[in-house]
């Protein structure tokens, strides 16, 4: 049975950092694409980085520069490094494999205020 459970969020002013954990069991990290979607009030989830078995990565330019995504394929793990936080970045980041959808797990809620 696959299980995903994000961690690591939490209260952070603006500017601060964030390293946002996700394990999976499973589900084998070399085989598909591992994606960080966030999710804010009343919007739909949305897929906003991803990492592929080549750790080639891809995410919105919003972030750029900003955030960063990893993988520990070994322990069937996903980070997510945060730098740089805004308000805007405010929202519950959940991972999954986005050609493979999994259920969700609960997400772990980043606040971004002073």
């Known amino acids: 049975q696959v299980q995903l459970v994000e961690s690591g969020g939490g209260l952070v002013q603006p500017g601060g950092s964030l390293t946002l954990s996700c394990a999976a069991s499973?589900?084998?990290?070399?085989?598909?694409?591992m994606g960080w979607y966030r999710q804010t009030p009343g919007k739909q989830r949305e897929l906003v980085a991803s990492i592929g078995n080549s750790d080639r990565t891809i995410d919105a330019d919003s972030v750029k520069g900003r955030f960063t995504v990893s993988s520990d394929r070994a322990k069937n793990m996903v980070s997510r490094q945060m730098n740089s936080l805004k308000p805007e970045d405010t929202a519950v980041y959940f991972c999954?494999?986005?050609?493979?959808?999994?259920?969700w797990g609960q997400g772990t809620q980043v606040t971004v205020s002073s």
């Open positions: 999954n494999a986005p050609a493979a959808l999994r259920p």
């Open positions: 499973g589900i084998t990290f070399s085989v598909y694409v």
